[in-house]
């Protein structure tokens, strides 16, 4: 009998790598530092090589830090992966204070996440509100007259504000 081998080439198309981010608080005191979480995910058989994330801060913030190695350059906070294996995933951070005024709204747009060989991946926009200050509410309570004789009227005042 007579074997015969036959090779077929087979073409594999790489995915895009996957990434998405959430950012807390939401929404934010004007003042005060945004954290923002990437998950990016190779959700390929193979894996991918010369992995970037790139996040631009928001307008009307200014850096404050990164985790997972990123680092700040004209305005982008860069994290060179390198070899993310298939199904592999991981978290980013970055944080950033918010210079903006309450009723604004903060919004990170842009981030990607790119590899050798394979298609870019853009993350959705991620918009945080921008409040005031906290409610500072005070009460002060007196009573008139001070002091009672007993069994006379007693009247109790309470007045309120808020400063915030």
Not at 15 to 25: K, N, Q, S, V
Not at 69 to 76: C, D, F, H, Q, S
Not at 137 to 161: D, F, K, M
Request: proline letters at 10%; a negative charge; hydrophobic letters at 40%.
């Amino acid at each position: 009998m007579l074997f015969r081998s036959v090779s077929t080439p087979v073409a594999y198309t790489a995915e895009p790598l996957d990434l998405d981010g959430t950012a807390t608080p939401n929404p934010v005191m004007s003042g005060t530092p945004v954290t923002y979480t990437f998950h990016y995910e190779n959700p390929n058989i193979v894996p991918a090589v010369s992995v970037l994330v790139t996040a631009p801060l928001p307008a009307g913030t200014s850096f404050v830090s990164a985790t997972g190695g990123g680092a700040l350059g004209a305005g982008v906070v860069t994290w060179n992966l390198g070899t993310v294996p298939a199904g592999a995933s991981g978290t980013l951070g970055l944080t950033v204070l918010v210079n903006l005024a309450a009723g604004q709204t903060v919004t990170l747009s842009g981030c990607t996440v790119s590899a050798s060989g394979i298609p870019t991946d853009t993350s959705p926009p991620i918009s945080v509100p921008v409040v005031g200050d906290a409610i500072a509410i005070s009460l002060l309570t007196t009573a008139s007259p001070n002091p009672v004789v007993t069994g006379s009227l007693l009247t109790y005042t309470l007045s309120y504000s808020n400063a915030g």
